[in-house]
């Protein structure tokens, strides 16, 4: 379907063509010429190349989605990133290690003792050390004495402020 306008208005410029998209389904191109014409003509895209666009959509999602996960994963410590979620395993039979880092110092000095776990994420098994507080450790704990191993980890916060959803799968 081509759906076609033509506006003529008297106005003097260089040959200039503007090119611009409403939404998938139009594409609207204006035409200035020195003859002072404006032309505008809107084409409708058939539904075939909707669902085309839309599947390379679709695939573009999964594709970043991936790299995301890469990303994320190339390190030797998971560090969860504000608002996403993650799907982890973690072997209860693995010693969880007692560990102080001065990265977590308070203004004192005092060095609290941090928890850090083996983790195996789902998608792409990748294996990382994950450091965790000691509240966050008893979170892990309950889903692991639940009999979970797998667990759904959303954070939400930055910094001193963060707060993790954990929720056995």
């Not at 608002?83 to 005092?110: C, L, Q, R, S, W």
């Amino acid at each position: 379907m081509l759906v076609l306008a033509i506006i003529v208005l008297d106005i003097t410029l260089m040959d200039i063509t503007v090119v611009l998209y409403k939404s998938m389904y139009y594409a609207i191109t204006l035409y200035i010429t020195h003859n002072t014409t404006i032309a505008m003509s809107q084409t409708t895209v058939n539904k075939s190349e909707q669902d085309k666009e839309q599947k390379l959509s679709d695939k573009a999602a999964s594709n970043l989605s991936e790299l995301d996960l890469t990303l994320v994963t190339t390190s030797n410590y998971f560090k969860p990133e504000d608002a996403k979620t993650y799907m982890i395993y973690i072997n209860p039979e693995d010693k969880v290690e007692m560990v102080k880092n001065p990265k977590f110092a308070d203004k004192d000095g005092y060095i609290p003792t941090r928890f850090e776990f083996r983790v195996k994420h789902i998608n792409n098994q990748a294996e990382q050390l994950w450091t965790v507080s000691k509240t966050v450790c008893k979170q892990i704990a309950t889903e692991l004495g639940k009999g979970f191993t797998v667990l759904q980890i959303t954070r939400h916060g930055t910094d001193r402020s963060t707060i993790y959803d954990i929720k056995g799968i």
